[in-house]
């Protein structure tokens, strides 16, 4: 006897609920929509190195990174974390804190952020 004559009910697995078609073209979506982005991206990245790029100094600190995540490092020990995280919350500035054994931090702002805010 076939299942369907046992009363056994045949049920549909995720696999073909259509749940793979809607990731694809949630994908081609979203590789469509993102290089559209990157002269954004670029264009906020050279603001960051206009920016920070100046406080770049062998002994003291550097720049890494490019487009929209950024690293900073301070070479100097002397630098206390507790001044650098208060003079950032001063300026309303919240980079992410990177555990090392020099002091370093990260920074990644939003894509779609006005250049004036960004730059303020």
Same mark, same amino acid.
């Given at each position: 006897?076939?299942?369907?004559?046992?009363?056994?009910?045949?049920?549909?697995?995720?696999?073909?609920?259509?749940?793979?078609?809607?990731?694809?073209?949630?994908?081609?979506?979203i590789l469509t929509e993102v290089p559209r982005w990157?002269?954004?991206?670029?264009?906020?990245?050279?603001?960051?190195?206009?920016i920070l790029g100046p406080c770049q100094h062998e002994?003291? &600190?550097?720049?890494?990174?490019?487009?929209?995540?950024?690293? @900073? !490092? /301070?070479?100097?020990?002397?630098?206390?974390?507790?001044?650098?995280?208060?003079?950032?919350?001063?300026?309303?500035?919240?980079?992410?804190?990177?555990?090392?054994?020099?002091?370093? &931090?990260m920074i990644s702002p939003p894509l779609d952020i006005?250049? @004036? !805010? /960004?730059?303020?």
């Amino acid at each position: 006897k076939t299942l369907l004559e046992h009363g056994t009910k045949i049920l549909q697995s995720h696999t073909y609920a259509g749940s793979s078609a809607l990731a694809y073209l949630t994908a081609i979506e979203i590789l469509t929509e993102v290089p559209r982005w990157f002269n954004r991206a670029a264009a906020l990245g050279r603001v960051v190195r206009e920016i920070l790029g100046p406080c770049q100094h062998e002994y003291f &600190f550097q720049l890494h990174g490019q487009g929209l995540l950024w690293g @900073g !490092e /301070f070479l100097d020990r002397n630098i206390v974390l507790k001044d650098f995280q208060e003079a950032c919350h001063e300026k309303k500035v919240w980079p992410y804190i990177v555990p090392s054994w020099r002091l370093g &931090f990260m920074i990644s702002p939003p894509l779609d952020i006005d250049e @004036g !805010e /960004f730059r303020e």
